[in-house]
């Protein structure tokens, strides 16, 4: 006589992941939802204050992690002390190269921060066992590759003004996915960082600051809060196509 067998229950998603931005936009977008779970098992969430260290140039990589919220700074030291910022990471960007055992960067973070951290082994594991996810790594990479091309025109050719112009169009279009308020954001850098990251003087930054203001280009409250009235005139002054 047969058995009734009740049927399994339906895999669903983690709860954790059907409101995150990187399940949507970022690597996790390329799982089903069985190896949604699985990597959610060795997940963990951390935030991170402004000014902490993700990870260190020179460090041992022992885990990756999923940019849900924040702004982190990437800097390059070199032997004699000497530091440069080479680039800035949103969510849901994915921060560290698969199979490689050292971080030739410095991770920092420039706002308060949170992410979803993963073991390496995990995450090795599991693009090669999943083309898709392999495949959005190297999107990802392509895309960070163009706009570094497109930020060595910035620093070689454009003007001061062009300079500022297209920091604040940079954070502009990579402000917090989840934000309302697509037209303002708070500067994640200092006036100081800003400088090193457009090759300018501190004076030289305020002062384009001050003239895009002026200009009704743009709006600043409190030294560090950015409102754009119009994308349209910052995209111009920016001198982007």
């Known amino acids: 006589m047969d058995t009734y067998k009740k ?4 895999i669903e998603t983690p709860a954790v992941c059907r409101s995150c931005e990187a399940r949507h936009g970022g690597i996790c977008s390329t799982l089903t939802v069985s190896q ?3 990597l959610n098992k060795y997940s963990a969430r951390r935030r991170i204050d402004a000014g902490n260290e993700v990870i260190g140039q020179g460090e041992n990589v022992s885990s990756y992690s999923n940019i ?7 800097s390059k030291m070199m032997s ?31 706002t308060e ?29 392509l895309k960070e590759l163009d706009e570094a091309r497109d930020w060595m025109l910035t620093l070689g050719r454009k003007t001061a003004q062009e300079k500022v112009a297209s920091f604040l169009y940079l954070i502009l279009s990579h402000i917090d996915p989840e934000s ?14 800003i400088a090193d990251f457009l090759g300018l003087t501190i004076e030289t930054v305020s002062r384009q600051m001050t003239k895009l203001r002026k200009d009704g280009i743009i709006i600043i409250e409190n030294n560090r809060h950015v409102i754009v009235p119009d994308s349209d005139r910052l995209r111009e002054a920016a001198g982007i196509d």
Do not use: N, W
Request: hydrophobic share 40%; net charge negative.
């Open 113 to 141: 921060t949170e992410v979803c951290t993963f073991p390496r082994s995990v995450v090795d594991r599991m693009v090669a066992e999943v083309p898709e996810m392999e495949h959005k790594l190297y999107d990802q990479s």
């Open 7 to 10: 049927p399994s229950p339906e």
């Open 180 to 193: 309302d308020h697509r037209s303002t954001f708070d500067l994640p850098l200092s006036r100081a960082d």
């Open 36 to 38: 949604l779970v699985e």
């Open 68 to 74: 849900l919220k924040g702004v982190v700074k990437l």
């Open 80 to 110: 004699d002390g000497r530091q440069q910022i080479v680039g800035l990471q949103f969510a849901p960007d994915f921060m560290g190269r698969p199979f490689l055992g050292e971080s030739t960067i410095t991770a920092e973070a420039a």
